[in-house]
């Protein structure tokens, strides 16, 4: 039963983060009303949500006495003594709901079978833990918590070659999860991995910079590695990338513009004193400020010469690595054009993800022309590149290109869109002179060795469209996967109040108004696979849809520690949008409390590694002294959930969907125009 229109203050209390006040409303409700059981099962969770699980327990034996039978009731109860630490008496409260939970649902097996293994891993029974967790895995199978979970059984019952496995195929499934590392990474060094064990160590001494014991380790393992890599054979993946002759795009001309390269997440230039490219044919080096030619390179019209382009005291040189000849190119700003259009130049060493859990470097070759800016002592580089053939790298480097050919005409209309509005609207970068830069924080952007056929011609077919609303460019935002709900621009702090950037539900089938914003289908629904278009089906991962981190009160401390309110004791989500998203949160600790806002401030707030999404339930367990050991996050969602889910658009396309009713889908009183 959802809550009857009389009761809309609790919804309002609840989104509003008064749980408080929402508390002795239900408590008020539940006299008047005492046949309402999702009554008594709201208050549970609103309990759970402050952290007293000792009180939600009582609710639940009351919602108990008052249905006898009740699975929600009886999962919540046994899930509450968990968070309490009477571990025991949940696997008693559990087991008569095991078979039940067949019947049920997967989603409702998959919540049971959880908790059990849960409950043996803390009394030590690791091998009855590990059997769950292979049953787990089974029902709901790639779902990194429950593989990293099943690798710390094997790992405790002795399965070591077992665990690594699991361990390593948890942290593929999600790189953001730094619990993970910290759990894999000692497992791999005993099971004589070493080449995992390094990189897994890397990543964790670049998050945890003054730990002793890390650090003695990493430095151990980086002499093995370096010693490991020299004695192994060259393999296909260790070949260099060449840059190639390409095709143009077609539609390309239009419109040109200028992409900042190896940037970090806040889009800002990174800044370089070299960088090394290969062009794939004949190039020349220009000075900006005149147009005079400085240099011309590969006079054969080959791509044999390596070259390295450098800035020392102020002035611009370039080497050519193959015949070591050095030029010098003067001081100003200099430009590199290839001789032809098919031309493509790779450049070595391009940041990647930098201040991300995935940051690496690599080589990568694109379109187009390329500016060298100084600045300081360094130089920026700035691609100069026609829209569409900017937008046949974007496209695959933003959505899979085995997606429906439908999703992917809608993406491509989104990014032209959000292209052109961070261009020409809000000149996002111009300060650095560029339009956009070449990651997330403006779309990413990969160059040649990314684009595909399907992709490019997503881009062909809907040449100069884009989405406008009253003749505007919009800001197409996109993100992964919504979570089963987007949230509306005005739900985030800080984002303003677009008109068609609405919270739009990608329900499949909807209840009445009620039902879908009660807490209760909340609590129910990040738990579950969801009958959504985002669920997890086909090419959308179990993990992208769903996610739970799971972080000791030991790291949350650490992570807080400046906020200045001491050891972490709760974690409050407070107000949240309609689609479950949080955009407040408070951290009570043990010398005050803290209120946070913004919804990427949040996903960034805890441990080493951000949150998928801020779509989430917060639960907390405690010792028997009553301190909290761990701080639980169960999620939907990954990214921030504004405008087009692309896992959405995924699941739409494959029920028939066009591009054009996704975009009207996601995009309130937004339409499709054409560029002038």
């Not at 000792?54 to 999962?75: I, L, T, W």
């Not at 998050?207 to 010693?227: C, F, H, T």
């Not at 739900?491 to 303003?496: H, P, Y």
Request: overall charge positive; charged content about 25%.
């Amino acid at each position: 039963m959802g809550l009857s229109a009389d009761d809309g203050d609790v919804l309002t209390m609840y989104y509003g983060g008064m749980h408080e006040n929402a508390l002795a409303r239900l408590d008020a409700l539940i006299k008047r009303k005492p046949d309402r059981l999702d009554l008594i099962l709201m208050k549970g969770h609103v309990l759970r949500q402050l952290g007293d699980s000792a009180g939600a327990a009582g609710a639940y034996v009351q919602a108990m006495k008052r249905e006898p039978g009740n699975f929600s009731a009886g999962y919540y109860y046994a899930f509450s003594r968990y968070l309490n630490g009477e571990y025991r008496d949940s696997l008693e409260a559990l087991a008569p709901l095991l078979k039940e939970s067949v019947k049920k649902s997967v989603d409702s097996q998959r919540s049971v079978l959880l908790l059990k293994a849960l409950d043996e891993m803390e009394i030590k029974n690791y091998a009855e833990a590990a059997d769950t967790l292979a049953k787990l895995n089974a029902v709901f199978p790639d779902f990194s918590p429950y593989l990293h979970l099943y690798a710390r059984a094997l790992e405790k019952k002795g399965n070591i070659a077992g665990a690594r496995e699991a361990y390593l195929k948890a942290y593929k499934n999600d790189t953001s999860n730094f619990e993970i590392l910290l759990d894999a990474a000692p497992l791999l060094l005993k099971s004589g991995d070493i080449e995992n064990a390094y990189k897994y160590y890397k990543r964790i001494s670049e998050k945890i910079k003054n730990d002793y014991e890390i650090k003695k380790i990493y430095g151990e393992l980086s002499g093995l590695y370096r010693k490991l890599m020299a004695e192994k054979p060259p393999s296909a993946h260790s070949k260099q990338p060449e840059p190639r002759k390409v095709s143009a795009v077609e539609g390309a001309g239009g419109h040109e513009v200028l992409i900042g390269l190896n940037t970090n997440e806040k889009g800002e230039p990174l800044g370089l004193s070299s960088i090394k490219l290969k062009s794939s044919g004949r190039f020349s080096i220009y000075a900006d400020k005149n147009g005079k030619r400085l240099f011309t390179g590969n006079d054969s019209n080959t791509n044999e010469n390596e070259y390295e382009l450098y800035f020392k005291k102020g002035e611009f040189h370039i080497t050519n690595n193959t015949s070591k000849r050095s030029f010098r190119l003067g001081r100003g700003n200099v430009f590199l054009k290839p001789a032809a259009a098919a031309d493509t130049v790779l450049f070595k060493g391009v940041r990647v993800g930098a201040g991300s859990p995935w940051e690496s470097s690599e080589a990568r070759y694109y379109r187009g022309g390329f500016k060298f800016i100084a600045k300081g002592v360094n130089f920026n580089i700035i691609n100069k590149v026609e829209l569409e053939s900017y937008l046949a790298s974007v496209l695959p480097s933003e959505m899979p290109p085995k997606f429906p050919k439908e999703a992917l005409m809608a993406q491509a209309i989104c990014a032209r869109s959000e292209a052109l509005y961070k261009k020409n609207v809000i000149k996002r970068h111009s300060k650095y002179g560029y339009d956009l830069c070449d990651d997330q924080h403006c779309q990413m952007y990969r160059g040649v060795s990314w684009e595909s056929p399907a992709a490019t011609d997503a881009v062909v077919k809907t040449a100069g469209k884009i989405i406008t609303y009253k003749d505007k460019v919009c800001d197409a935002i996109y993100s992964d996967n919504c979570g089963g709900h987007t949230q509306s621009s005005a739900d985030i702090s800080g984002w303003g109040d677009a008109k068609y950037l609405r919270s739009v539900s990608n329900l499949r089938r909807e209840g009445n108004g009620h039902d879908i914003f009660s807490p209760l289908f909340l609590e129910r629904f990040v738990a579950s696979a969801g009958d959504s278009y985002c669920r997890a089906s086909g090419a959308i991962k179990n993990y992208q849809s769903r996610w739970i981190r799971k972080i000791d009160a030991k790291f949350m401390n650490e992570s807080l520690r400046d906020l200045g309110v001491g050891d972490v004791l709760r974690v409050i989500p407070r107000r949240r949008a309609f689609s479950g998203h949080v955009d407040s949160l408070e951290i009570v600790g043990s010398k005050g409390k803290k209120v946070i806002k913004n919804e990427l401030k949040i996903r960034r707030l805890f441990s080493y590694s951000p949150l998928r999404s801020s779509k989430f339930i917060v639960e907390t367990a405690y010792d028997k002294k009553g301190k909290p050991r761990f701080f639980m996050f169960i999620g939907a969602g990954f990214g921030h959930g504004v405008g087009m889910c692309q896992s959405g658009a995924y699941g739409m396309a494959g029920e028939g969907k066009k591009h054009a009713d996704i975009i009207k889908h996601y995009f309130s009183g937004a339409k499709i125009s054409t560029i002038n």
